[in-house]
Nanobody, 115 residues
Framework: QVQFVESGGGLVQPGGSLRLSCVAS????????MGWYRQAPGKQRELVAG????????YYADSVKGRFTISRDNAKNTVYLQMNSLKPEDTAVYYC????????WGQGTQVTVSS
């Protein structure tokens, strides 16, 4: 089963930036739409950004629109999330997975926005 390894999280001040990366195992990465999800303490996991298999179509949750950018490199089996103008409410564990037909969830990467 496909597996995902997320990295790039950390502690950042409000207004700062981070770039998350997610590497997928297997040979079918390029045919699947992908998404970045996050889960804050006490809250359900939510989709924050999605990208089509070709990278031509993106989706963003209203809460991150204009601040986050999702991209992918199919040759590297990798999806990225550039996060700018970070806010304390962006604090969460961030995961990547397919948009549909989920694979196994990885460990995620912790993003903490705090002064």
């Amino acid at each position: 089963q496909v597996q995902f390894v997320e990295s790039g999280g950390g502690l950042v001040q409000p207004g700062g930036s981070l770039r998350l990366s997610c590497v997928a195992s297997g040979s079918t990465f390029s045919i699947h739409a992908m998404g970045w999800y996050r889960q804050a303490p006490g809250k359900q996991r939510e989709l924050v950004a999605g990208i089509s298999s070709s990278g031509s179509t993106n989706y963003y949750a209203d809460s991150v629109k204009g601040r986050f950018t999702i991209s992918r490199d199919n040759a590297k089996n990798t999806v990225y999330l550039q996060m700018n103008s970070l806010k304390p409410e962006d604090t969460a564990v961030y995961y990547c997975n397919r948009r549909f037909n989920f694979g196994s969830w990885g460990q995620g990467t912790q993003v903490t926005v705090s002064s």
